[in-house]
């Protein structure tokens, strides 16, 4: 029973990887770098991208939302003239907790790719799932909001480990917190070694800048197209 | 291809709601209140918990926590001496994002029931999937921190409406953000009209009386055994 259900996990896993894989492919061709954004709810993804989408040296950022129901982030970022595609992950079921490589590969006739150079996906807010699913991006950036505690490398060790950057959100609440920063970064490093993190504000814009430079790198590390 | 998806889904929750069924006899059988905690991770389940477990008018309480990984939670609340039983979803898969009926089944033998009144279940941070699996619960209760914003309840609106009671923390941050109380309570009533909710901070203890005494009146409310 339990090798069966590992099985059958590992096989969805696969048709999942090999989705991602036609996803990257054409992400490459259109010369689109992508970065899969995730964290819990309420930590600030679409907050941060208000945040970004402006004085980024030229480039071409899109957004593409997932959420289970609704359209508020999409409708957020929509209103600063970027191109932003909705997925909705409920139809059918009630709600997927996480987007995988099949949503998105479903959405990118709706992306407008030949007007991006950037591409941020906002994935589903959720620290467990999103983590296991690729869907086709060159990176994967987390935030962790410092009122969620220090503990949650810890506890979602996963998603910790699948990112390459984590952003610290909401550092201008640590005064109002009894919260240890050491801590948390001392738990990162624990559970994924050497780690970058950046601590930022996307209430009063602390450390968004050095986000925007990452981004700005992201896209020209990624070869441009022939 | 989508409507053997939903069957599958379907199936899968009708085999959990059997299990569920079983877990709520024995939890019956024993007399035990079970309220099933759901939250975002690091929306303060714990640390509420650890502020309530005292002065419970004699009611005998427990506690069993849902992690993906570790017992960091487990271990606060036995330090207050209160039973608590871990389970953990990872082995044999990535983590799960949730409790089913399942796991708590297994979990049971191990639950001193017959010393308790009431037990919590502290599921695993997520607003989506936990809110689809019973687990065999008397009440479930969600608690929706003010860091999250105002749109929590549009965005997750199945666990908004699989709970009867939203407890509202870290309300004494509420000076320090960019926060519409009246806006999320608003939100609240749109999705799930007349849901009750209670502001709370486990920080200051501010409206953790009120909370106290509904898990008082929840124990109440559950016929005792013959």
């Known amino acids: 029973m339990h090798r069966t259900k590992?099985?059958?996990v590992e096989g969805v896993l696969d048709a999942n990887d090999t989705i991602a894989r036609a996803n990257r492919a054409d992400f490459d061709d259109a010369?689109?770098?992508?970065?899969?954004?995730m964290s819990a709810p309420g930590a600030g993804k679409t907050s941060l991208?208000?945040?970004?989408?402006?004085?980024?040296?030229?480039i071409r950022i899109g957004v593409l939302e997932g959420d289970v129901q609704?359209?508020?982030?999409?409708?957020?970022?929509?209103?600063?003239?970027?191109?932003?595609?909705?997925?909705?992950?409920?139809?059918?079921?009630?709600?997927?907790?996480h987007l995988d490589a099949n949503m998105v590969r479903s959405a990118i006739p709706s992306i407008p790719l030949e007007e991006l150079d950037l591409l941020v996906i906002e994935n589903v807010g959720n620290l467990v799932c999103p983590a296991e699913f690729r869907v086709g991006e060159h990176h994967?950036?987390?935030?962790?909001?410092?009122?969620?505690?220090?503990?949650?490398?810890?506890?979602?060790?996963?998603?910790?480990r699948a990112c390459e950057l984590v952003l610290v959100n909401k550092i201008d609440l640590v005064p109002h917190?009894?919260?240890?920063?050491?801590?948390?970064l001392a738990n990162v490093e624990a559970v994924h070694p050497g780690m970058p993190t950046a601590l930022v504000s996307a209430r009063t814009g602390e450390g968004v800048e050095e986000w925007r430079r990452w981004l700005v790198q992201a896209v020209g590390r990624v070869a441009q197209p022939a």
């Open 177 to 184: 917190l009894d919260f240890d920063l050491g801590k948390l």
């Open 140 to 160: 994967r950036v987390m935030i962790s909001s410092v009122t969620e505690g220090e503990d949650k490398p810890l506890k979602y060790p996963l998603m910790f």
């Open 31 to 37: 010369g689109v770098t992508v970065v899969n954004l």
């Open 49 to 58: 991208l208000e945040r970004t989408v402006r004085n980024l040296e030229g």
């Open 70 to 97: 609704g359209s508020l982030d999409a409708d957020r970022l929509a209103s600063l003239h970027v191109p932003v595609t909705q997925i909705n992950t409920d139809p059918g079921f009630g709600g997927e907790c």
């Open 6 to 8: 590992v099985r059958i």
